[in-house]
């Protein structure tokens, strides 16, 4: 039972580049998110998902894209990576997207964007 | 507005003394309260939840948390700290009309001296 997968876990870009964070959970998990952590800030929702083909802004979705194409997968693109997007990155997963529904984390992606 | 308040950024405590870290949170519907911890290098476990009922909630770990309406408070304790709980704690409120997301503090960070 892997939970909610995250890779890679260290990446570092230059300016301008892009990439994607990958985010796979295999508990059937209707919703799915991504948070950014930055020390002193605690966790600050990106976009999230409440299933297939249904994704949404969170608080700081500017310079990310996110696509749910299956139940399982919920990528981060990152399409010009700019010094302030560096962070820890963490997928989070629930059975359903209520606030009242337990997070699933994944073990997080540190991304430094020189 | 919403809001969660964690007073503490950091707190040393020695090991096998008691521990209560503090939250206080605004929220304007019925609370759902969530305390999680982080470990270093890793992603967000929850400790305990608080829905509705008997008001001191158990968690793992041998933590337990008070919720308190009239202070809008939902603190963390632990009678004896062991030097394996030195990690970061995190409180979050949410509800059953809070459109997915959570509102978290911005955490912190115990300190286990031996």
């Known amino acids: 039972n892997a939970g909610v997968t995250q890779t890679p876990k260290f990446q570092v870009l230059k300016t301008g580049q892009s990439m994607t964070l990958q985010c796979a959970q295999d508990?059937?998990?209707?919703?799915m998110s991504w948070y950014r952590q930055d020390p002193g800030m605690g966790l600050r929702l990106i976009h999230y998902?409440?299933?297939?083909?249904?994704?949404d802004q969170g608080e700081v979705p500017n310079g990310y894209n996110v696509s749910r194409s299956t139940t399982e997968d919920f990528p981060l693109r990152l399409l010009s990576a700019a010094p302030s997007q560096t962070s820890v990155y963490f997928c989070?997963?629930?059975?359903?997207?209520?606030?009242?529904?337990?997070?699933?984390f994944g073990a997080g992606s540190r991304l430094t964007v020189l | 507005a919403q809001s969660v308040t964690q007073p503490d950024i950091h707190i040393t405590v020695s090991e096998g003394a008691s521990l209560e870290l503090r939250c206080n949170y605004s929220?304007?519907?019925?609370?759902?309260l969530f305390w999680y911890v982080q470990s270093p290098g890793q992603g967000l476990q929850l400790l305990l939840k608080?829905?509705?009922?008997d008001t001191l909630v158990q968690g793992i770990k041998g933590f337990e948390a008070e919720f308190k309406r009239s202070q809008s408070s939902f603190n963390l304790r632990k009678p004896s700290v062991h030097w394996s709980d030195a990690a970061e704690y995190f409180c979050?409120?949410?509800?059953?009309?809070?459109?997915?997301?959570?509102?978290w503090g911005a955490g912190t960070k115990l300190i286990i001296k031996p």
């Open positions: 998902s409440v299933g297939a083909g249904i994704t």
């Open positions: 979050a409120v949410g509800g059953m009309d809070s459109n997915y997301q959570l509102i």
């Open positions: 929220y304007g519907a019925t609370p759902y």
């Open positions: 608080y829905f509705s009922g």
């Open positions: 508990m059937n998990h209707e919703y």
């Open positions: 989070a997963s629930s059975l359903q997207g209520t606030g009242a529904n337990v997070l699933t």
